[in-house]
């Protein structure tokens, strides 16, 4: 059985930083592209990060750029989210996704990925 388990939420102060990790079991995803989204409160799930099956090649949306890293160790079969400068507008519940299949450029959009975590809560106070 395929789980992803997010961990290392909470709540942070805006200015503050915060690693999310996502540990992959039931099979690897060194092949696969794997993503991060998020779903703020009263709104809907949103793209975040993606990673290739290498780590050569991330896409972020434009709101996290220069701001939040994604990174993925695949001997682990975890991927990570590095989140900076944290906003309160960044105030969400943060899911982990990964493919059946990766490509070049890993994919945006949530209907390519086949398996979600639970999801872990950031709270970012002003």
């Known amino acids: 059985q395929v789980q992803l388990v997010e961990s290392g939420g909470g709540l942070v102060q805006a200015g503050d930083s915060l690693r999310l990790s996502c540990a992959a079991s039931g099979r690897s995803f060194s092949g696969n592209d794997m993503g991060w989204f998020r779903q703020p409160p009263g709104k809907e799930r949103e793209f975040v990060a993606s990673?290739?099956?290498?780590?050569?090649?991330?896409v972020y949306a434009d709101s996290v750029k220069g701001r939040f890293t994604i990174s993925r160790d695949n001997a682990k079969n975890t991927v990570y989210l590095q989140m900076n400068s944290l906003k309160p507008e960044d105030t969400a519940v943060y899911y982990c996704?990964?493919?059946?299949?990766?490509?070049?450029?890993?994919?945006?959009?949530?209907?390519?990925?086949?398996?979600w975590g639970q999801g872990t809560q950031v709270t970012v106070s002003s």
């Open positions: 990673i290739n099956w290498s780590g050569s090649s991330t």
């Open positions: 996704a990964a493919r059946n299949s990766g490509s070049y450029r890993p994919k945006t959009t949530g209907d390519f990925y086949n398996y």
